[in-house]
């Protein structure tokens, strides 16, 4: 068997065994592009290591109790089981049409997690961390969970996720000991230097747990639809106690496939980490369990620059967009978008304009058209001759950039490993002008056969790279180059760690471009069916702007301009309070390198972690000139890349004329996140 001997996870070095999960995704929500990114991420994850001979597993599924659901089915009318069936079934009949292919799919009212979930909660009070208590808090129902005042946005204790005030909720409750546990996750997390990806969120869960753990209440008696506590059926278990579980009791039934844990990756967005790096490793070490060594928290995905809002999440369908891109390829053109568009792990936007972009120029252009410069020159996998320095070069440069592509999944960061893919097509293209088959074609059939049997065994080394992002591509790839589809087989890499080196005479079979160009007619419905619908908001292009049209704007609202004022249009107050503006308090400032104008911000806005602005005020502002001042912050401005590799979070708002840009600041003290308005 193979051994899985790439750097990061230590866990998998010692096994080939991989087991990788999503989140199980709320049902009163539709699969949108925010859940299809983590799932498809997670198919990507599974099918690398199915390449890599590890024996792979694949869970998804729905979390489908909580007060939120049991109201959802009361607004429908329904039971909430009636409910449920019908909501889950549009999450596992969604992810197949973006080509994923989950081993499991569990659900929370399935009765073989029932019969776990609280075998755990009996192991885990009768080894004493469970006691019967009582809680008053505040609780927003959409996340289930409590907040203190601190983590609140003040006045009116309003969610800083779904910008709602929570509710106060007093109710009998079992608690488990997570104080307790303090010491024990500390030690853990200093024992698995990689446990959570990315570094940076590690470092704020640390923060976390060291700022000192409250016991947590982990059963409710205030609503029905849950898990009734074993021994006291008056309460329903805590909705993450029951969710958090599927990751073991799926392994549980209808066969054992518990020899997976814990050799896990949890892959879930940066909103979920604290539930899945603190609260399951406690209850995991409570129940003598060994916690998961491995979790990855990437960032948020926003869509053509619009947050994801509900209405957008239900307007911009995944499967619609695969489906009207191709019906074929489709789910691999949005697979590969999303995981090359956006670093994992950092924030990012995915446009439809981009989609296009990547589908005619990397995609077509590059990928698509090498299969159509080096078939139509054979039908059958020619001999090769002697090699020249060009394919010596080739096969001398090709092993680094495949092991790099294979570093890079195993490190979860599927962006990379198609940044080093790519650059191997580069290459292969490169070599294919150098070579000129054309040339060799006219007087030279042993050098044309070197030439096309050297590009083929390039593109059978490709076809199984890309087979993580793009299954349905690979597969059609393999068609034509006469090779049977992939799939994973226990025990054998098939990683093309060299240039595969195929037996002559195999069959050729040119087919149709597997990336025809769009016409004009689908390049606008694609645009018009798949732009966020417009809102009358003020955006960064419409703000007031001295500036010339391509300087950096989101970093800083624009001086007022000179007299004449352009007169613009009136708007309403809805318009007006449609903008989160906040008291920020500049923790920190640095000259973004070789950009006179800006600055790069760490601002305190009330929330868990400070925001990254990138504000174009360097010409006014030393860095110890602004840090420790309160400004005014647009907090819900699309993010926006201003520079490459800096994301700026929102907008510091500022005033003045041409070279004279002064930020607003507040009369009095307020602390940071206090709404302004
Ligand atoms: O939190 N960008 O379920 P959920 C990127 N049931 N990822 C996004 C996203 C966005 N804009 N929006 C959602 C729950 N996601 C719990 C989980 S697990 C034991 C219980 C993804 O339906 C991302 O993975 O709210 C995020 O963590 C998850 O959906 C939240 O899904």
Redesign the pocket.
């Known amino acids: 068997m193979t051994r899985c001997d790439e750097p990061w996870y230590e866990a998998f070095a010692m096994t080939s065994r991989f087991y990788v999960t999503?989140?199980?995704?709320?049902i009163n929500?539709v699969p949108?592009?925010?859940?299809a990114?983590?799932t498809i991420a997670a198919d990507v994850m599974c099918r690398y290591h199915r390449t890599r001979g590890h024996e792979s597993r694949f869970l998804t599924g729905t979390?489908e109790h909580g007060q939120k659901v049991q109201r959802a089915a009361e607004e429908q009318n329904l039971p909430p089981n009636v409910y449920a069936d019908q909501v889950s079934r549009r999450f596992s009949e969604a992810w197949p049409k973006l080509a994923c292919a989950p081993d499991d799919f569990i659900r929370t009212t399935d009765p073989r997690h029932k019969t776990w979930v609280q075998d755990f909660w009996k192991k885990i009070f009768s080894n004493g961390h469970i006691y019967l208590g009582h809680y008053e808090g505040l609780y927003c129902v959409r996340c289930?969970g409590y907040y203190t005042e601190k983590e609140l946005r003040q006045p009116g204790n309003i969610c800083p996720i779904h910008n709602q005030p929570v509710e106060v909720m007093k109710e009998p409750s079992y608690f488990f000991k997570l104080s307790q546990f303090q010491d024990k996750l500390l030690a853990f997390y200093e024992a698995h230097p990689d446990f959570v990806r990315p570094e940076g969120r590690f470092n704020e869960l640390k923060s976390f747990v060291q700022s000192g753990l409250q016991d947590l209440s982990v059963s409710r008696t205030s609503f029905q639809w849950g898990i009734p506590v074993p021994g006291d059926e008056q309460h329903v278990m805590y909705?993450?106690f029951d969710?958090?579980s599927?990751?073991y009791s799926a392994l549980t039934s209808p066969e054992d496939n518990t020899r997976y844990w814990p050799n896990v990756v949890h892959?879930?967005?940066?909103?979920?980490l604290r539930?899945?790096a603190c609260y399951?490793p406690a209850f995991l070490m409570a129940a003598g369990m060994e916690p998961p060594p491995a979790e990855f928290a990437?960032?948020?995905?926003?869509y053509c620059g619009e947050?994801?809002s509900k209405s957008l999440?239900n307007t911009i369908s995944p499967t619609a967009l695969a489906e009207a891109i191709s019906p074929t390829i489709g789910a691999d053109v949005v697979r590969y978008t999303l995981m090359r568009a956006i670093a994992f792990g950092q924030d990012g936007d995915f446009a439809i304009a981009d989609l296009m972009q990547r589908y005619s120029s990397e995609l077509g252009n590059q990928l698509g058209n090498l299969l159509n410069r080096v078939l139509p020159f054979a039908e059958t996998v020619p001999e090769k001759g002697p090699l020249t320095a060009l394919e010596e070069n080739l096969i001398a440069n090709y092993p680094d950039k495949a092991k790099a592509a294979a570093d890079a999944f195993t490190a979860v960061n599927p962006t990379a490993a198609l940044g080093h893919i790519w650059s191997i097509l580069a290459l292969a293209n490169e070599y294919i002008d150098k070579a000129a088959p054309w040339v060799a074609k006219k007087n030279d059939p042993v050098r044309l056969g070197t030439i096309i049997a050297t590009a083929v065994s390039l593109l059978e080394a490709v076809s199984v790279m890309i087979w993580p992002v793009m299954p349905n591509v690979a597969a059609s790839m393999r068609e034509q180059l006469g090779l049977s589809p992939l799939q994973g087989i226990v025990g054998s890499d098939q990683w093309p760690h060299v240039l595969p080196n195929r037996e002559p005479g195999g069959r050729l079979m040119r087919g149709t471009p597997i990336f025809p160009r769009f016409e004009k007619e689908k390049e606008a419905e694609l645009l018009e069916k798949f732009s966020p619908p417009k809102e009358p908001v003020m955006s960064q292009e419409q703000a007031p702007s001295t500036a010339p049209a391509n300087a950096p704007t989101t970093d800083v609202a624009p001086a007022a301009p000179a007299a004449p004022r352009e007169a613009k249009a009136v708007i309403q107050y809805d318009d007006f309070a449609k903008m989160d503006l906040r008291v920020g308090l500049v923790l920190s400032a640095e000259r973004v390198k070789k950009k006179d104008k800006l600055l790069d911000l760490r601002v305190d806005v009330g929330e868990a972690a400070p925001r990254r602005i990138v504000a174009g005020i360097a010409k006014n502002y030393a860095p110890d000139q602004i840090t420790g001042k309160k400004v005014v912050v647009l907090c819900n401005l699309a993010p926006r890349e201003v520079v490459k590799g800096y994301l700026s979070e929102g907008m510091l708002l500022a005033g003045g004329d041409g070279d004279v840009l002064k930020v607003a600041t507040l009369d009095g003290e307020l602390p940071p996140g206090s709404t302004v308005k």
């Open positions: 999503t989140p199980i995704y709320y929500d949108h592009l925010g859940t990114y983590t979390d289930e909705v993450w969710a958090l599927n990751y892959i879930m967005g940066k909103d979920i539930f899945h399951w990437h960032g948020f995905l926003t947050k994801m999440r």
